[in-house]
Structure formats: structure tokens, C-alpha cells
């Protein structure tokens, strides 16, 4: 069996989609945190077998999403996203 790491076109693919829409959910619902964004993605977004957690999404975002941005909520304790300004 092949190592599981690469960049294949379904990847590249399923990374695309998912940077797509979490971009156009930020972008309608800022400001929002990686929980909200999961549960729009698995829920309404129909995206379940992604394995998607708020932790997955909170390493993707700054990794993949070069137009959003976050500040610390210090009262909750987590990470709110915005959309970059220009």
C-alpha cells in the first residue's frame, strides 16, 4: 500500500472545496468561530464524511485561507474569524 501523504487530484480537490467554503461562510456570517463553521459545513453543506472538527478547521484555516483573519475572544477563549482587510 502506498504512503498516505501526497498531493493527489482528489485531494487538491476536496481542499479546494472546503477552502471555498469556508471562505464564503466567513465571508456571510463574520464575525464566527471554527465551531459555527463546522457545524455549517457538516449540517447544511452535507460535507460529513470530511471528518471535520473545529480543531481540523482551526489548523486549515490560517494554512489554506489567506483572506481571513482572527482575534482571540478573551472572554470564551477561542479563536473568532473575519475576513481580511484589504
Known sequence: MSPKHGEGSQKKARNERLRDE???YVQENEPCTAQQIVAW???DR???N?????RKVGF???RHCKGIDYYRDH???RRV??????
Not at 81 to 86: K, L, Q
Open 22 to 24: 469556508i471562505v464564503e
Open 41 to 43: 459545513l457538516t449540517i
Open 46 to 48: 452535507k460535507m460529513r
Open 50 to 54: 470530511h471528518g471535520l472538527t473545529p
Open 60 to 62: 486549515f484555516i490560517p
Open 75 to 77: 472572554s470564551a477563549g
Open 81 to 86: 474569524y473575519v475576513m481580511a482587510e484589504d
